[in-house]
């Protein structure tokens, strides 16, 4: 009978331990959500072109807001017909994007001979803001002149020159 008795009495002891780790026990729930946005986008308006050049050994500098300059003894661009690369990048209204470049320099050719183009650089420059969901992007370069006089005549060009990359931040 003692036995019994203390058989019960240890199981009512247990229970009423394990059951006070069970009211002393918490929760917190929490919510799921998502926001879908717009994808971000890139399109190409313009090419960078660096105009029609005399034979000379330097440099021609379109910057991105489609200034140009030269330098070196004899180098003159003749036309004004140049332009800054242009881009539209299109995305969720207000967000930021990073804006990166492929590895510079790269090579213009005629088909046989080469120019060297490298510096590149942005409008804006490094990050940009998508206000209304749009902004317009610019890139300009320097094109080396390395032949000089004797830099054959031609048009040179590379059709998958520079790419530009946008990512969301």
């Given at each position: 009978m003692?036995?019994?008795?203390?058989?019960?009495?240890?199981?009512?002891?247990?229970?009423?331990a394990?059951?006070?780790?069970?009211?002393?026990?918490?929760?917190?729930t929490?919510a799921?959500?998502?926001?879908?946005?717009?994808?971000?986008?890139i399109s190409?308006?313009?090419?960078?072109h660096?105009?029609?050049?005399t034979?000379?050994?330097?440099?021609?500098t379109?910057?991105?807001?489609?200034?140009?300059?030269?330098?070196?003894p004899?180098?003159?661009?003749?036309?004004?017909l140049?332009?800054?690369?242009?881009?539209?990048?299109?995305?969720?209204?207000?967000?930021?994007?990073?804006?990166?470049?492929?590895?510079?320099?790269?090579t213009?050719?005629?088909?046989?001979?080469?120019?060297?183009?490298?510096?590149f650089t942005?409008?804006?420059?490094?990050?940009?803001?998508?206000?209304g969901?749009?902004?317009?992007?610019?890139?300009?370069?320097?094109?080396?002149v390395?032949?000089?006089?004797?830099?054959?005549?031609?048009?040179?060009?590379n059709?998958?020159?520079?790419?530009?990359?946008?990512?969301?931040?």
């Amino acid at each position: 009978m003692k036995t019994r008795f203390f058989r019960i009495l240890g199981m009512a002891i247990a229970m009423v331990a394990f059951s006070a780790n069970v009211f002393g026990q918490n929760f917190a729930t929490s919510a799921a959500s998502a926001r879908i946005i717009a994808p971000i986008a890139i399109s190409k308006s313009a090419d960078l072109h660096f105009g029609t050049i005399t034979k000379a050994a330097g440099t021609v500098t379109v910057t991105p807001a489609g200034g140009r300059s030269t330098t070196g003894p004899g180098l003159s661009a003749l036309l004004p017909l140049h332009s800054a690369a242009a881009f539209t990048v299109t995305g969720e209204t207000g967000f930021t994007y990073t804006i990166s470049l492929s590895a510079g320099p790269i090579t213009i050719t005629d088909g046989t001979n080469t120019m060297s183009v490298d510096g590149f650089t942005t409008t804006p420059n490094g990050t940009g803001t998508l206000t209304g969901g749009t902004q317009a992007l610019t890139l300009g370069a320097t094109l080396t002149v390395t032949g000089g006089a004797a830099q054959p005549s031609g048009l040179y060009t590379n059709a998958n020159a520079v790419t530009v990359t946008v990512n969301y931040n």
